[in-house]
């Protein structure tokens, strides 16, 4: 037995030295096969796989396109933003109070505070030091800091804002940068080379690329201009900040994607340069967006049907406004506005929109077949005024739709809407001047899982729901086999959201 206890004793002994010497060779590199290291041999690449000669055209663009991204980003900010939201606080012992301490209202010793932070973008455009960038990103809050591209914060004033068009003015001091230009955005093109320059993630001065891939693109029913549509990448953190063209000009300011997953899918929006020149001067100038205003409801054909002329089919004239006194009448087709083609109601409410008060403009309608020259005095839109409302067409075949009544293979059935009471949009945290449905439930396994309650379903297919009575009449004429478009505000995001036919 003691033999035996001498041999394990030994053989241990044994181990420890062989690991021993082991790791000694290992820490001074001297084990050779069967674990031991030596030197590898290796050369690395000395000469490009491609002569620059090659590819000169190549090299000058990715000069060019350096030298432009360095002009432009020192005009970007970063505008980062904290507000502060009131608690009860609770009676019972919170264990980790000591550790982590939220700010006291003195005033109310029962109330505790919590800061949000968010982030957005925004573009230096005055010398003077005007930012422009969304509303959202600014609206509501206590704080506003902006970020220049060279390290320095500075405190910002809110000049104004509107929530509609979702632009918002900044003012800093001694910006000591360069403003962009605003460019000429009706110059531009689909197939434009454009960079999108932000903050995207609070990933500062990050820089996309890609075209222009259309214009004209309505806003979420808001009459006042159109919207461009980029490829070039945007992200949340990219709200507010621009869309620049090859000269360094801003043709657009981000501000809204279609997307499934919350990032980038290839399909964003601005709001055009031309649209931002006037509603900033606006903004300076008198504090708020003078729009203006005609006075009239459209009717837009059903699904399938096409107007045989281009132009805005007049269903309604509102008593005592301007298109009232240019007597305009039901049924008339306007065909130019102030010598502006009119293609659909889009372009109309655009350009009426962004028209000087008071000045005359003449229209081009046909009426039973006869063309008519008429002239409209263009006022600023009441307040209250539900702009861009735009009819169904009901077919004497297809009655009304009930606003309670049952569809089984009704378009958006499974989506169940409730009236948006200003108590409810508090409680969701929703810009001001949102209008719409608040979605209050998705059937299960719809195939809709971009929807969620709490949404708030603004327009669908360009057509503004500002109740659940007009929200059951536009789904009641919506082709089942075409796919959806809806404007979506969750939160203080907005973005599409695209339904096709299963």
């Not at 000694?24 to 084990?31: D, F, P, V």
């Not at 005007?130 to 990103?137: D, F, G, L, Q």
């Not at 070039?232 to 090859?246: D, H, M, Q, R, T």
């Not at 077949?369 to 075949?397: C, H, M, N, W």
């Amino acid at each position: 037995m003691k033999n035996l206890l001498k041999f394990f004793l030994f053989v241990a002994v044994l181990s420890l030295l062989i690991s021993a010497l082991y790791d000694y060779q290992l820490r001074h590199g001297r084990l050779g096969s069967l674990g031991r290291s030596v030197p590898e041999k290796y050369t690395l690449a000395s000469n490009p796989t491609i002569d620059s000669k090659q590819i000169a055209s190549l090299e000058a663009l990715n000069r060019e396109r350096r030298a432009l991204v360095s002009a432009v980003v020192p005009s970007v900010v970063a505008v980062k933003t904290s507000k502060k939201i009131a608690i009860q606080r609770q009676n019972e012992l919170d264990p980790f109070g000591f550790f982590f301490r939220r700010p006291r209202n003195f005033r109310n010793p029962n109330e505790e505070s919590l800061v949000e932070n968010s982030l957005g973008s925004g573009v230096i455009v005055t010398e003077e030091g005007h930012i422009i960038t969304n509303n959202h990103v600014v609206d509501q809050v206590d704080e506003i800091d902006v970020q220049l591209s060279d390290g320095r914060t500075k405190k910002a004033r809110l000049v104004g804002a509107d929530a509609q068009v979702d632009l918002a003015v900044l003012k800093i001091d001694n910006p000591g940068v360069k403003p962009l230009k605003l460019a000429d955005s009706d110059s531009v093109q689909a197939g434009d080379f454009v960079l999108a320059i932000g903050n995207p993630f609070g990933f500062e001065e990050t820089v996309t690329d890609g075209i222009v891939s259309s214009k004209g693109r309505p806003n979420r029913g808001d009459m006042f201009g159109d919207w461009l549509q980029t490829n070039a990448a945007i992200n949340p953190g990219n709200s507010g900040g621009p869309l620049v063209n090859l000269r360094g000009e801003v043709v657009g300011i981000n501000t809204a994607i279609i997307s499934r997953s919350g990032g980038s899918q290839g399909i964003g929006f601005a709001i055009p340069s031309n649209t931002i020149r006037t509603a900033l001067e606006s903004l300076l100038k008198h504090g708020r967006i003078i729009r203006g205003y005609l006075g009239i409801q459209a009717r837009v054909p059903q699904p399938g049907q096409t107007n045989s002329e281009e132009g805005v089919v007049v269903d309604e004239v509102v008593p005592g406004s301007p298109a009232e006194e240019a007597q305009l009448k039901k049924g008339d087709i306007i065909r130019k506005f102030d010598q502006h083609d009119v293609k659909n109601f889009a372009e109309l409410r655009s350009l009426v929109s962004q028209m000087e008060l008071d000045k005359k403009v003449e229209l081009d309608v046909v009426r039973k077949g006869e063309p008519v020259k008429l002239t409209a005095q263009i006022k600023e839109q009441p307040v209250d005024y539900q702009a861009g409302r735009v009819v169904p067409q009901q077919t004497p075949s297809q009655p009304p739709t009930a606003p309670n009544e049952e569809q089984g293979g009704r378009v958006l059935a499974s989506v169940h809407v409730g009236e948006l009471t200003p108590e409810l949009a508090r409680k969701l945290d929703l810009p001001n001047g949102v209008r719409g449905v608040v979605v209050t439930n998705v059937d299960p396994d719809s195939g809709m899982a971009e929807l969620q309650r709490g949404d708030v379903i603004e327009e669908i297919n360009q057509q503004p729901v500002t109740s659940v009575s007009d929200y059951e009449k536009i789904v009641g004429s919506l082709d089942r086999s075409q796919p959806q478009v809806l404007s979506v505000c969750r939160h203080r995001a907005r973005s599409f959201l695209v339904l096709r036919p299963r």
